[in-house]
């Protein structure tokens, strides 16, 4: 059981720069999903994916956010020119279509925007 | 909107005993399903307990139970014997087919449980 991988663990970068995350979901999944997490907060939902088609987006997902899974296993989440705002755990989660579908969620990749 | 009140931001137990997490919601849905995630210091969160709405019982996992009382609208969770890694953030989730989103979990701000030997 490999769980739910993303990398990087750590970004640090400076605010108007573009940065990339990667989530590799449980093989078998065909469910992804990714939330933001600031401090002291519990996770906040920003997009869902079904195999390859994205079905959900938060409000909270700007224009400056896009998520793709193009072969519906890994996930890439951009964000462009960012802002100081965005600082936060991005964290994937996966899951199976199952009664009541439970989430297994990676370690998350901490962004710091200097 | 749908909303989760964790009202504890911190909670001490003695190692052995037992404690309880308290959470509220709120939705006009009948038909919703509820979470309860521990997130250590190392980030991940980690699934522990799930009831549904219609599910007539408190679901159980080993020393997790969720004491479900429908009416008002709580879903608080019991450890029993707590155990030094007990030590970590827990978030009560609650996922409502017609919330922010069909698949979405809203989480709450969390309790902070820390075991003491």
């Known amino acids: 059981d490999t769980g739910v991988s993303q990398d990087p663990r750590h970004k640090i970068t400076k605010r108007g720069q573009n940065v990339t995350f990667r989530c590799d979901p449980i093989?078998?999944?065909?469910?992804l999903y990714w939330y933001r997490q600031t401090l002291g907060q519990g996770p906040e939902f920003l997009t869902y994916f079904q195999n390859e088609a994205q079905l959900e987006k938060s409000r909270l997902l700007s224009d400056r956010f896009s998520a793709e899974r193009p072969k519906g296993s890994f996930s890439t989440l951009e964000i462009q020119r960012t802002e100081q705002g965005d600082s936060a755990m991005y964290l994937c989660?996966?899951?199976?279509?199952?009664?009541?579908?439970?989430?297994?969620f990676g370690s998350g990749t901490q962004l710091s925007v200097l | 909107a749908q909303k989760i009140t964790q009202t504890q931001p911190g909670m001490f137990v003695q190692e052995k005993e037992a404690v309880t997490l308290d959470c509220t919601y709120d939705?006009?849905?009948?038909?919703?399903?509820l979470f309860w995630y521990k997130q250590p210091s190392s980030g991940e969160m980690i699934f522990l307990i799930y009831q549904g709405s219609y599910d007539e019982q408190n679901a159980t996992e080993g020393r997790y139970s969720l004491n479900f009382q429908k009416a008002r609208k709580s879903a608080n969770l019991v450890i029993s014997a707590s155990q030094l890694g007990d030590s970590a953030m827990y978030f009560c989730?609650?996922?409502?087919?017609?919330?922010?989103?069909?698949?979405?979990?809203?989480f709450g701000s969390g309790t902070r449980l820390q075991v003491q030997p």
């Open positions: 093989s078998e999944h065909n469910r």
């Open positions: 939705t006009s849905d009948q038909s919703y399903g």
């Open positions: 989660a996966s899951s199976s279509t199952a009664a009541f579908e439970k989430l297994f």
């Open positions: 989730a609650m996922r409502d087919p017609r919330g922010a989103g069909r698949r979405a979990l809203t």
